[in-house]
């Protein structure tokens, strides 16, 4: 079924050995001089890729990175198997290959084939893995879903520049007294990949948010409008501070962050579909009773977003996750032409 670890590992090394690559696959630059954080780490991480994946990374051709936390904690089971799937025929569809990214049987898992996505979905207790769990996790050989944070980080390690996912976390509301921030945004001011989100979550404070992403020096680029979105509506009420309108836009901005040796990656913050939003009178008074019940049951930490996105899911008779299916889609085809944007710049 999978190659050998070891095979991989040599395949990894190989890469970089040979000095490639251009910005525009592989997030770890090998030029000399150039800012290059996942390079010595992916000599000796524990990759394992699906021998599709591996084969469009080898090739130079367009790869997505999908997140697996939105899998096992953001979508109710059994849907959340048949989304798994669509979005990555949605990748394929718009021309490039699916990677979706979760930690099995020790190893990073690059790509996941039926049977073990299948485990993935059916397992009890899956971890949601950030940046602090990953070690751990790989190391007592546990199942877990990684989260953006920890997709980020494999996707770099792996090679891959582009990562599509649903919302990203941020700042919860209450954090001045929870102190409740996503690293996910810090982890987009140091690992070189872009992300592509309906934006935020709204659930979170999108101000708080947005102010946090400048501190950190990360681009948070709305496509195609001038709002920033708020992943089930299109218009936060908020501006974003930067606006692009075309995959080839945005992959420029992707090579030109590498080209000036800054780290990080950017936030692509893509609206949902007219037909699929819920404007923002609509879901804000949905939010806030979430909020309240999850305040009531003195929900905390990892436990909070996952809650939150049950709750308005149920409180809007599925509404709310035919809207976040629909938004991780049209995220899932624009990765893809960002992906494929960036190869032909490569070449
Ligand atoms: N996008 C979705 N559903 C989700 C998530 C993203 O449509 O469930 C997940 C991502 O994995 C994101 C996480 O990193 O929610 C944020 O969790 P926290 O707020 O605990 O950092
Ligand atoms: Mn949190």
């Given at each position: 079924?999978?190659?050998a670890v070891?095979?991989?590992r040599?395949?990894?090394m190989?890469?970089?050995?040979k000095?490639?690559?251009?910005?525009?696959?592989?997030?770890?630059p090998?030029?000399?001089?150039?800012?290059?954080?996942?390079?010595?780490?992916?000599?000796?991480?524990?990759?394992?890729?699906?021998?599709?994946v591996?084969a469009?990374?080898?090739?130079?051709?367009?790869?997505?990175?999908?997140e697996?936390?939105?899998i096992?904690?953001?979508?109710?089971?059994p849907r959340n198997?048949?989304?798994?799937?669509?979005?990555?025929?949605?990748?394929?569809?718009?021309?490039?290959?699916?990677?979706?990214?979760?930690v099995?049987?020790?190893?990073?898992?690059?790509?996941?084939d039926?049977?073990?996505?299948?485990?993935l979905?059916?397992?009890r207790?899956?971890?949601?893995?950030?940046?602090?769990?990953?070690?751990v996790?790989?190391?007592r050989?546990?199942?877990?879903a990684?989260?953006?944070?920890?997709?980020?980080?494999c996707a770099q390690?792996?090679?891959?520049?582009v990562?599509?996912?649903?919302?990203i976390g941020?700042?919860h509301?209450?954090?001045?007294?929870?102190?409740?921030?996503s690293?996910?945004?810090?982890?987009?001011a140091?690992?070189?990949?872009?992300?592509?989100?309906?934006g935020a979550?709204?659930?979170l404070?999108l101000g708080?948010?947005?102010?946090?992403?400048?501190?950190?020096?990360?681009?948070?680029?709305?496509?195609?409008?001038?709002?920033?979105p708020a992943?089930?509506?299109?218009?936060?009420?908020l501006?974003a501070?930067?606006r692009?309108d075309?995959?080839?836009e945005l992959?420029a901005?992707?090579?030109?962050r590498?080209?000036?040796?800054?780290?990080?990656?950017?936030?692509?913050?893509?609206?949902?579909?007219?037909?699929?939003?819920?404007p923002?009178?609509?879901?804000?008074p949905?939010?806030?009773?979430a909020?309240?019940?999850?305040?009531?049951?003195?929900?905390a930490?990892?436990?909070?977003?996952?809650?939150l996105?049950?709750?308005?899911h149920?409180?809007?008779?599925?509404?709310?996750?035919?809207?976040?299916?629909?938004?991780?889609?049209?995220?899932?085809?624009l990765a893809?032409?960002?992906?494929?944007?960036?190869?032909a710049?490569?070449t």
């Open positions: 079924m999978w190659p070891m095979h991989e040599r395949a990894v190989t890469r970089s050995a000095g490639r690559i251009e910005s525009g696959r592989v997030a770890g090998a030029r000399p001089g150039e800012h290059s954080p996942g390079r010595d780490r992916s000599h000796s991480a524990p990759l394992r890729f699906a021998p599709e591996r469009a990374l080898d090739a130079g051709t367009a790869v997505v990175a999908l697996s936390t939105l096992t904690h953001g979508l109710p089971f198997h048949e989304v798994a799937l669509a979005v990555e025929a949605e990748v394929r569809a718009a021309g490039a290959v699916p990677a979706t990214i979760a099995l049987d020790g190893c990073i898992q690059v790509g996941l039926a049977p073990t996505l299948d485990r979905v059916h397992a207790d899956v971890a949601k893995l950030s940046r602090a769990d990953l070690a996790c790989l190391v050989r546990g199942i877990g990684t989260t953006v944070a920890a997709t980020m980080i390690l792996a090679g891959i520049a990562f599509a996912t649903g919302g941020g700042v509301r209450g954090a001045e007294s929870s102190f409740d921030v690293a996910d945004l810090s982890e987009l140091q690992t070189p990949v872009s992300v592509v989100a309906a979550k709204a659930i404070d708080k948010t947005l102010e946090v992403l400048e501190t950190l020096g990360v681009p948070v680029i709305a496509v195609g409008q001038d709002a920033f992943f089930w509506s299109r218009d936060s009420g501006r501070p930067l692009l075309t995959p080839t992959a901005a992707h090579r030109m590498r080209a000036l040796g800054l780290p990080g990656g950017q936030l692509i913050a893509n609206p949902v579909p007219v037909p699929d939003e819920i923002r009178a609509q879901i804000e949905i939010i806030a009773v909020l309240a019940d999850a305040a009531a049951e003195g929900i930490a990892k436990a909070v977003t996952p809650f996105l049950r709750r308005i149920e409180l809007t008779g599925g509404r709310a996750l035919a809207s976040n299916v629909a938004l991780v889609r049209n995220n899932a085809r893809a032409a960002v992906a494929i944007a960036l190869c710049a490569a």
